[in-house]
């Protein structure tokens, strides 16, 4: 068998939360070409279907269910509903995320709790509700969407950065506990993205001049430039096949080089 087929994803049943648009779009149409069947889940039906009419137009026939997943028992139904009409799931990615940018001194501890339930509790219920089929399979893999911020702190950003530090840990945790049963657990943490969620911090100002977080970005990646969700499909693939079945634990920052770079000088 050619190296190559180890990348292959045929036959492999994908869930990505969150996925009717932006990163976790571009992981689950980079899997769908590498074969696996696309299922994927959003808060609201209206976001569903625009997702599904989405991948259609890209020629993937994706099941789509709404869920909010920080409500366990709408998780719990979600993935009997999914193994009853699909089938069970070999790759998870915990994708679904929130970001809010207070001053920490400006959060309430509501806000903040917010954050904290979508991008680190969800992880732990999702890959929890999953984990179970996984280990009767005999394989599984799950990929948590990490961030910069799971490195570093930036202002306004401290209930992400927490959430994210703890999905690192979170990350790791699985892996120690559940590679005996043959399931891999790493985490990808993207640079800085074209999506909705970043798209404040590049918007132009009302003067026509680029926004300052626009600048400083590009002057932190030594691409200087922002990165494209699309390039995150390749590392996805890779981490969700038999080719990275020796990687656990692991995150695979795709982050065009910010993490190891001081910045341009102005
Ligand atoms: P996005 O454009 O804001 O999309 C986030 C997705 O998550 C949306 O589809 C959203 O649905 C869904 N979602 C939010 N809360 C949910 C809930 N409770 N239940 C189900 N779905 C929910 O974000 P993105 O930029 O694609 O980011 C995706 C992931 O990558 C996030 O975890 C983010 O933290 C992470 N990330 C992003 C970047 C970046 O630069 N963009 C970099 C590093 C990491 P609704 O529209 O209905 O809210
Ligand atoms: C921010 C951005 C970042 C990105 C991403 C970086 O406000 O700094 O939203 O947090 O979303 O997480 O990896």
Request: aromatic share 8%.
């Amino acid at each position: 068998m050619s190296y190559v087929n180890n990348f292959s994803l045929e036959g492999k049943i994908a869930l990505v939360t969150g996925a009717s648009y932006g990163i976790g779009f571009a992981i689950a149409s980079a899997f769908a070409d590498a074969g696996a069947t696309i299922v994927f889940n959003d808060i609201k039906q209206e976001l569903v279907d625009k997702g599904l009419a989405a991948y259609k137009e890209k020629g993937i026939e994706a099941k789509g269910y709404v869920c909010d997943v920080t409500n366990e028992a709408q998780v719990q139904e979600l993935v009997a509903k999914i193994e009853k009409e699909v089938g069970v799931i070999d790759i998870l990615v915990n994708n679904a995320g929130i970001i809010k940018r207070i001053p920490m001194t400006e959060m309430s501890a509501e806000d903040f709790r917010q954050v904290i339930d979508v991008d680190l509790n969800a992880p732990f219920i999702v890959s929890k509700a999953v984990i179970p089929s996984m280990i009767k399979k005999g394989h599984g893999k799950i990929i948590n969407i990490c961030s910069m911020m799971s490195e570093l702190g930036r202002e306004t950003v401290s209930a992400y950065a927490a959430a994210k530090g703890g999905l690192k840990m979170l990350t790791r945790n699985i892996c120690s506990e559940y590679g005996q049963y043959n399931i891999q657990c790493n985490g990808i943490g993207p640079g800085y993205i074209e999506t909705p969620q970043t798209a404040p911090l590049r918007e132009t100002q009302p003067d026509g001049s680029m926004h300052p977080f626009d600048k400083f970005i590009r002057a932190k990646t030594p691409a200087n430039r922002w990165l494209k969700p699309e390039e995150l499909g390749g590392p996805a693939v890779f981490l969700a096949s038999d080719a990275s079945d020796a990687v656990n634990g692991h995150i695979l920052y795709v982050d065009g080089g910010i993490l190891a770079y001081i910045g341009k000088q102005p």
